[in-house]
């Protein structure tokens, strides 16, 4: 079962930052959060992934709480080809060997509009 | 650098018969991992192989079944298929042993199940 909760949709206006919260209430010390989204029946794309640190790249921020209950993905100047399925996942490790599944959930549909 | 590859992109099958789905994994990653996405759901794990062994399964019947070949590559195979089996299939690839590594997805096989 998925380990995330995330609203279902979420509209955001072109040229602002999209924030999209998601809560893991049960997860682990040593579970990493990753964010994917996938685009209209495309595969899945990484976005970025953390475990207590707040995170920067050149796609998005991730904001996770001090206690990791929750995160928050934030796309600083949304553009409509943003719009896409936002997943929020918790990897579930495999032993030592570093192969971790993705367990998804329904994730959060973003619509960008302008 | 080519990505992860999927083959076929589309396939129609009937109830009863057989299928077979390929993938190479991105230049550099040993590990894949498959996925079953029905419309309008998040993806779901099937298995995972490294070392040419499924290491990890999700919760899929013995229908699904997978191969992994020594150059990394892999292969999906569904046996008497179901209309419930119709779905978007995705392959993703990811290096053993590399710390908090993402996977990369591909495209993915749309399967319809008539």
């Known amino acids: 079962d998925a380990k995330t909760t995330q609203p279902t949709s979420m509209d955001c206006a072109e040229g602002r930052a999209a924030n999209l919260p998601c809560n893991h209430s049960?997860?682990?010390?040593?579970?990493?959060v990753y964010w994917y989204r996938q685009i209209h029946s495309q595969g899945p794309q990484y976005i970025i992934h953390?475990?207590?640190n707040n995170e920067t790249n050149e796609m998005a921020s991730l904001i996770i709480t001090e206690d990791r209950k929750s995160s928050t993905l934030i796309l600083p100047h949304a553009t409509l080809r943003d719009t896409a399925v936002y997943y929020c996942?918790?990897?579930?490790?495999?032993?030592?060997?570093?192969?971790?599944?993705?367990?998804f959930g329904q994730g959060t549909t973003l619509q960008v509009k302008p | 650098d080519a990505g992860v590859t999927q083959s076929p992109t589309h396939l129609i099958k009937t109830r009863g018969q057989q299928v077979t789905l390929r993938c190479s994994p991105k230049?550099?990653?040993?590990?894949v991992s498959w996925y079953q996405q029905a419309l309008g759901q998040g993806p779901q794990f099937i298995f995972q192989y490294y070392e040419e062994e499924e290491r990890q399964r999700g919760n899929f019947p013995d229908r699904f079944s997978g191969h992994q070949f020594p150059n990394y590559s892999s292969e999906l195979n569904v046996n008497a298929l179901l209309l419930g089996d119709s779905a978007l299939y995705l392959c993703a690839s990811n290096p053993l042993g590399v710390p908090n590594n993402e996977q990369f997805f591909g495209p993915g096989t749309r399967l319809t199940v008539l």
């Open positions: 996942i918790v990897r579930v490790e495999h032993g030592s060997s570093n192969t971790g599944k993705l367990i």
């Open positions: 230049s550099g990653h040993d590990t």
């Open positions: 953390g475990l207590k």
């Open positions: 049960t997860i682990s010390g040593n579970e990493y």
